[in-house]
């Protein structure tokens, strides 16, 4: 009767065993691959390792973009209006994709705090901006002058 009664409790603890480690490296390989979102001020002030996969999101800065005529190789700065974020990106960026308009680029960031964009995406009409940019830009102060400037350009 013993021996039954520990062979059972001796399943019973190698399954919960199995199943907590199970869970466990579950958790760790999530985490690992989970794409965190950060602005441009968050990464200008070092909040982001280098060398670490994320999103960064923000404006198309005003007179940043620069493209090589040779290749696909362009960049520009990626701003909340607080900080700017220099990015550099090879491909075909959106059809439209344009300065002063807003965008989400997943890449890592380098030690010299310039973030290598493994691809870029942008807003799909003039009414449509990612909930993670609004967000940033409201933190900022930076949504309600933007709202006015374009308030009175459309007047």
């Known amino acids: 009767m013993k021996l039954h009664r520990k062979r059972k409790l001796a399943v019973i603890l190698f399954v919960a065993t199995g199943l907590s480690a199970t869970v466990g490296l579950t958790l760790f390989a999530l985490g690992q691959n989970m794409n965190m ?8 002030m070092g ?3 280098v060398g670490r996969r ?3 999101g923000g404006m198309v800065k005003e007179g940043s973009f620069v493209s090589d005529s ?8 990626t701003t909340d209006y607080a900080h700017a974020v220099p990015v550099e990106y090879e491909g075909i960026l959106p059809d ?5 308009q807003g965008i989400v680029a997943e890449g890592s960031v380098d030690s010299q705090g310039v973030f290598s964009a493994s ?9 449509y901006m990612s909930q993670e940019v609004k967000a940033a830009l409201d933190a900022s102060g930076a949504s309600t002058a933007n ?3 374009q ?4 007047r």
């Open 151 to 154: 308030n009175n350009s459309e």
């Open 37 to 44: 979102f950060y602005t441009p001020s968050q990464v200008a």
């Open 119 to 127: 691809k870029v995406l942008a807003k799909h009409d003039e009414n």
């Open 147 to 149: 709202n006015s400037i």
């Open 54 to 56: 994320f999103r960064i």
């Open 47 to 49: 909040e982001v390792e």
């Open 70 to 77: 040779d290749s696909l190789k362009v960049r520009f700065e």
């Open 96 to 100: 439209l994709f344009r300065e002063g």
